[in-house]
Each structure stands twice: as C-alpha cells, then as structure tokens.
T-cell receptor, first 118, second 111 residues
C-alpha cells in the first residue's frame, strides 16, 4: 500500500526558533498533500492544503506566515513552524493523495511529528 | 459548510458483542464518506469508504442519505478492534478533496 513518511518523528526546540517538518510519499506521486494538527485526545484539524508547484491554501484561522508550506516536488511537502512558541506544541500530521488514483479521495497519512516548544 | 458528527466520544463493549459507531454528516453536495482508524501508537489508516461497499476486518458501513448517516457496524467485536475511529467526509465537489473529520469515538472491546 501507499506509504507516507514524516521526519522528524519528534522535535524539541526553544521558543523563537523555527522548525521544519518533512512529509514524503514513498511509493506514489502526490500532487496534493495536507497538513493537520491534532491536540491530545482530539480530532485532526486541517491546517492547509499543499499543491505541488503552487501556493498552499490555508484554512481559516491558520497564519500562513507562521506555518510556511512548500511543496516543491510530487513526493515532498514541508511545513516550517516559524518563531515557534509553546502554544505551537502539538502533533502535526501530513497526508498525501495519490494523484494517479483518478477521482478517488483516499488520503494516506504519515505517522506524525510531535513538536514540543520550550 | 460540511460537518461530521460522532455523538459518542467513548464506546465500550464486550468481546463478541455487536458494535455500532455512529456518524452523521451535513453537506450540501454529494458526499464521499470514509471511516479511518487509529490503533494505539499507530498512524491513521483508512478502514473503509462508502463508494467501495466493502467489508474490512468485519466492519461495514452504509451511507443513508435520507438520515445523513454513515454508521460503522460489526456484528461480533474483537479485542483487537479497540482503537480510535474517525468518520470523515470529503469535499469531492471541490478540486482539493479536503477531508473533514468528526471528533472520533474511542472504542474499547473488553475481554
């Protein structure tokens, strides 16, 4: 089956620094990737939709200058949390849609990245 | 706006008992519905989708447009079914296929 990886799996950083999270589709091409945030014992909240070769589309309330998304290739999207603060601590999950699958809406999820901002 | 409601945050059953996880949705177009499952310390994975009309691990789900529901059912629950279950709706009317998730139901199957 389709596999999506994320790196790193967990990161601890100091307040004010920036952190980059990578999301890769390992065995398929993904023109569209999605970034979610999940708080403890809560559901996934869509942050943004990342399209290869174009600007990301952010959901209402998500600061695009805070959460920079780059989707430079069909297998890689990156999320950079800029000037991180403790309230940015969360579990960040990416997913990728197999662009060769036609109209199917199936998304394949990465294992997530636990970000802790001190 | 599309919305997915899972009324039960927690559901506990005994092994061998039937289980039904409820999901209701609101969407103005023609919905694509999914059930995703997250086992302990594992990633979210697709369990089934309504267009496939398939049974996965003994689970089935029927889309009822009249009741705007997509309940997940299994006649005989197993301990390994214990997990977090999320119902999701796809914005297939748009070009990005965004998923809207319900808040999830934590299923515990007791021995």
């Amino acid at each position: 089956g389709a596999v999506v990886s994320q790196h790193p799996s967990r990161v601890i950083c100091k307040s004010g620094t920036s952190v980059k999270i990578e999301c890769r589709s390992l065995d398929f091409q993904a023109t569209t990737m999605f970034w979610y945030r999940q708080f403890p014992k809560q559901s996934l909240m869509l942050m943004a939709t990342s399209n290869e070769g174009s600007k990301a589309t952010y959901e209402q309330g998500v600061e695009k200058d805070k959460f920079l998304i780059n989707h430079a290739s069909l297998t890689l999207s990156t999320l950079t949390v800029t000037s991180a603060h403790p309230e940015d601590s969360s579990f960040y999950i990416c997913s990728a849609r197999d662009s060769t699958s036609g109209a199917t809406d199936t998304q394949y999820f990465g294992p997530g990245t636990r970000l802790t901002v001190l | 706006a599309q919305r997915v409601t899972q009324p039960e945050k927690l559901l506990s059953v005994f092994k061998g008992a039937p289980v039904e996880l409820k999901c209701n949705y609101s969407y103005s177009g023609s919905p694509e519905l999914f059930w995703y499952v997250q086992y302990s310390r594992q990633r979210l994975q697709l369990l089934l989708r309504h267009i496939s009309r398939e049974s996965i691990k003994g689970f089935t789900a029927d889309l009822n447009k009249g009741e705007t529901s997509f309940h997940l059912k299994k006649p005989f629950a197993q301990e390994e079914d214990s997990a977090m279950y999320y119902c999701a709706l796809s914005d297939s009317g748009g070009s990005n296929y965004k998923l809207t998730f319900g808040k999830g139901t934590l299923l515990t199957v007791n021995p």
